[in-house]
Every structure is written in structure tokens, then in C-alpha cells.
């Protein structure tokens, strides 16, 4: 089993910068590639952003390329997703997953774990 912890959420101001951290626990490999989605009030869950631990390969929404970044530290078994320049429209719950079988990078049905979510909040 896996478990994911996310942490880093809170209320911001539009324009700052907020850091998301995803600790990983249990039966993890750095093969396995690592993700963020976020989820607003009454909408579908939607992708972030995606890291392939080995190699280092990442993929992003066009909604938030060019102002969030995601990294991996393998030997913490933890991912980051660093957001600068926060719109109001990044408020959501965001959520840590990962990817142990093959499948589309922005498919929510690709990701076998979750964790439980961080609020983010931008005020304008």
C-alpha cells in the first residue's frame, strides 16, 4: 500500500506564491511517476501537473505552465509543486497521486493513489 500526505496549503493574495509538498510512504518506487490535480467547488477534478521520478520529464496543464513547477526529491520520497503568481482561479483542493500502471498523464483514472487534499484559497 501507498500513502500520500500532502501539505503547504493555505490563503493567499492573488499574485503570491504558495509550495505544495506530497510525502509518499509504504510501497513506493521512484518509477512511479507522481502528480497534482486540484478540484474546485462543483467541478471535476482536473490535472496539474506530472513528474516521471526517473529522468525527471514533466507535464503540465496550459492553465498553469509558466507559473507552477513540479519537483521530486527521491530520497525523501516527496514531490513539490511550487506556484507562483496565484490567480483567483487556482482556488481548490489539491490533491497528491500516484501512477503505478500505463496510462494518460491528465486522466485521473491513470493514478492508482491519492491523498487527501490541501486547500488553496486566492483572495483577489
Known amino acids: 500500500q501507498v500513502q500520500l500526505v500532502e501539505s503547504g496549503g493555505g490563503l493567499v493574495q492573488a499574485g503570491d506564491s504558495l509550495r505544495l509538498s506530497c510525502a509518499a510512504s509504504g510501497q513506493t518506487s521512484s518509477r512511479y511517476p507522481m502528480g497534482w490535480f486540484r478540484q474546485a467547488p462543483g467541478k471535476e477534478r482536473e490535472f496539474v501537473a506530472r513528474v516521471n521520478r526517473t529522468g525527471g520529464t514533466t507535464y503540465y496543464a496550459a492553465s498553469v505552465k509558466g507559473r507552477f513547477t513540479i519537483s521530486a526529491d527521491n530520497a525523501k520520497n516527496t514531490v513539490y509543486l511550487q506556484m507562483n503568481s496565484l490567480k483567483p482561479d487556482d482556488t481548490a483542493v489539491y490533491y497528491c497521486?500516484?501512477?503505478?500502471?500505463?496510462?494518460?498523464?491528465?486522466?485521473?483514472?491513470?493514478?492508482?493513489?491519492w491523498g487527501q487534499g490541501t486547500q488553496v484559497t486566492v483572495s483577489s
Open positions: 497521486a500516484m501512477s503505478t500502471k500505463l496510462g494518460m498523464v491528465a486522466s485521473v483514472g491513470s493514478y492508482d493513489y
